[in-house]
C-alpha cells in the first residue's frame, strides 16, 4: 500500500507564496520520481514539476522561475515552493509518484485571489 497526503494549500493574494508537502509513506521505491500536477476546472490536469532521486528537475512553462521543487529522501516528503502566485493558479494540486505504477494524493486546493 502506498499513501501520498498533500498538506499547505488554501487560500492566498495575487504576488503571494505557498509552500505544499506531499508526505510519502508505504511500500514505494526511494528511486520513484515524484512531482506535481495542478487541474483547474473544466481543464486536463497539467504539469507543474517533476524531481528524480537524483535531484533532476523540470517544470511547466508557466511556472519557471516562479515555483520549485525539492525532496527531503530521508523524510520522504516532496515539496513545492510557490512565489509571485497569480490568480491563474488556482486549481487543485496533486502529488504524483512514480516508480513504473503511479500513484496519486488526494489534492489539496490552492486558491489565489483579492
Known amino acids: 500500500q502506498v499513501q501520498l497526503v498533500e498538506s499547505g494549500g488554501g487560500l492566498v493574494q495575487p504576488g503571494g507564496s505557498l509552500r505544499l508537502s506531499c508526505a510519502a509513506s508505504g511500500s514505494i521505491s526511494s528511486r520513484a520520481t515524484m512531482g506535481w500536477y495542478c487541474q483547474a476546472p473544466g481543464k486536463q490536469r497539467e504539469l507543474v514539476a517533476v524531481i528524480t532521486s537524483a535531484g533532476y528537475t523540470n517544470y511547466g512553462d508557466s511556472v519557471k522561475g516562479r515555483f520549485s521543487i525539492s525532496r527531503d529522501n530521508a523524510k520522504n516528503t516532496v515539496y513545492l515552493q510557490m512565489n509571485s502566485l497569480k490568480p491563474e493558479d488556482t486549481a487543485v494540486y496533486y502529488c504524483?509518484?512514480?516508480?513504473?505504477?503511479?500513484?496519486w494524493g488526494q489534492g489539496t486546493q490552492v486558491t489565489v485571489s483579492s
Open positions: 504524483n509518484a512514480f516508480d513504473g505504477r503511479s500513484y
